[in-house]
């Protein structure tokens, strides 16, 4: 009787090579994890945090809400983005202004035309070229005093004065309302 023959073990070529391939992947360095865009991303455009210059440049789609102050509080104003410009619509000031706080007393209290031009709601006048004449130069609210209680026996008066008091014009006559004390 003839012996039976030993089959000689089968070789699995392909389970060989393919463990080969999936290990040269995962080598460290064979994958690429980085992802690229072309162009990169770009910011939306948004609103400044300080109140746009009429005209300033601008990109995108917006409309920006702020608030500033003329003397009479805070007023809306609405920053928009047309044509790559910035157009400012500042609304309407009140009217009649409110003064600041007491602006009448603080700023006749000032006795230079230094200190008075340093204080913000301040203004210097100086008497115009008719009656009725400024008394004399001097400190007065940057505001005309229209609606306002004056103080220390003064009363809301109008009194003519230079408006080109340092300035390159010619105009002497302008007319305002300030508090100033009773005529005798």
Known sequence: MPLPR????????????????????????????????????????????????????????????YEFNVGCGPQPAKATCKDDVWVVDAGIPCNPPIPPDNPPDTCQALATEAECSATEDCRWLVPGCEPPLLPQAGCFAKVDCVGVTCGDDKTCQEAVIDPCYNLACDACGMTVSVCLSPSP
């Open 6 to 65: 030993k089959q000689k073990p089968r070789r699995k070529p392909f389970v060989i090579t393919f463990a080969q391939v999936a290990t040269v992947a995962l080598l460290p360095g064979c994958i690429e994890t980085t992802v690229t865009s072309n162009p990169p991303p770009t910011e939306a455009p948004s609103c400044p945090p300080e109140q746009p210059l009429q005209g300033e440049a601008c990109s995108g789609d917006l409309t920006c809400d």
